[in-house]
């Protein structure tokens, strides 16, 4: 698998059709985004979507959000996506490697992600990746 990765500049229909396809296989309660949603994310200051190409088709996705906070200069993945046919085949690994680059390069202190249990794959790999279980509690408040 020959894989290149880009951040997104600008949004096109095949975004928004990769986001429809890839989406439902990460969260089943989550609403893909339309052009206009990811048109907000892209053209905001903090994220930065990055895609993973194999032959020209996306075939992943993730999210870096990078940020100034009172300690320092952080960063956040959020939403890593790999499509089921290319799992397995160093996608996600890849991906982390870029946005983990990508955060160190604009002098981030720390990246963090979080990832269900039940994702026992993902959660091996952010091991292997060297990230380490924070004793910390994540709190979450809907609105």
């Known amino acids: 698998m020959a894989v290149t990765f880009e951040a997104v500049e600008a949004v096109t229909e095949e975004l928004v059709d990769a986001f429809a396809r890839l989406l439902p296989q990460l969260s089943k309660s989550a609403d893909p985004p339309t052009l206009d949603d990811i048109d907000d994310i892209v053209n905001s200051q903090a994220p930065l979507i990055l895609l993973a190409r194999d032959e020209g088709r996306i075939v992943g996705t993730l999210t870096l959000v990078v940020f100034h906070i009172p300690t320092g ?59 380490k279980r924070r004793d910390s509690n994540v709190y979450r408040y809907e609105l």
């Open 73 to 131: 200069l952080r960063a956040w993945i959020e939403d890593v996506i790999v499509d089921e046919a290319a799992r397995g085949k160093g996608v996600g690994e890849a991906l982390n490697r870029e946005a983990l680059r990508l955060a160190e390069a604009a002098g981030c202190r720390t990246v963090d992600l979080t990832s269900r249990p039940s994702r026992q794959a993902a959660n091996r790999l952010y091991k292997r990746l060297g990230f």
